[in-house]
């Protein structure tokens, strides 16, 4: 069963930099990994993704260039490093994973295609 925990959310300034953690269990070279964010009153967005076991990544245009997702599969944690980081991207940032077969890449950064989720941290991004 994979087990996902979001943590180091927290209030920079703008133009500040904020690293968040997911410690995740039950994840091999099978799976995607994806980090959402949710802003008060808004949907569900993805923002990057990572194939776990080719370590292939991908980005949304609203963050490429300022974000980025790594693993750690020593301490079995992911990362969102976020540079540059704006009031818009004020938010509650999960992350969430999904098995793929062997040939597959990851799928597309939709909420439908992602079935183990974190509960969320906030971050706030202070003009």
């Known amino acids: 069963q994979v087990q996902l925990e979001e943590s180091g959310g927290g209030s920079v300034q703008a133009g500040g930099s904020l690293r968040v953690s997911c410690a995740a269990s039950?994840?091999?070279?099978?799976?995607?990994v994806g980090w959402f964010r949710q802003a008060s009153g808004k949907e569900r967005e993805g923002v990057a993704r990572?194939?776990?076991?080719?370590?292939?990544?991908y980005y949304a245009d609203s963050v490429k260039g300022r974000f980025t997702i790594s693993q750690d599969n020593a301490k079995n944690t992911l990362y969102l490093q976020m540079n540059s980081l704006k009031p818009e991207d004020t938010a509650i940032y999960y992350c969430?994973?999904?098995?793929?077969?062997?040939?597959?890449?990851?799928?597309?950064?939709?909420?439908?295609?992602?079935?183990?989720w974190g509960q969320g941290t906030q971050v706030t991004v202070s003009s």
């Open positions: 039950g994840l091999n070279a099978h799976y995607c």
């Open positions: 969430a994973a999904t098995f793929r077969a062997p040939l597959w890449g990851c799928p597309a950064l939709l909420v439908s295609e992602y079935t183990y």
């Open positions: 990572l194939h776990v076991g080719k370590g292939t990544t």
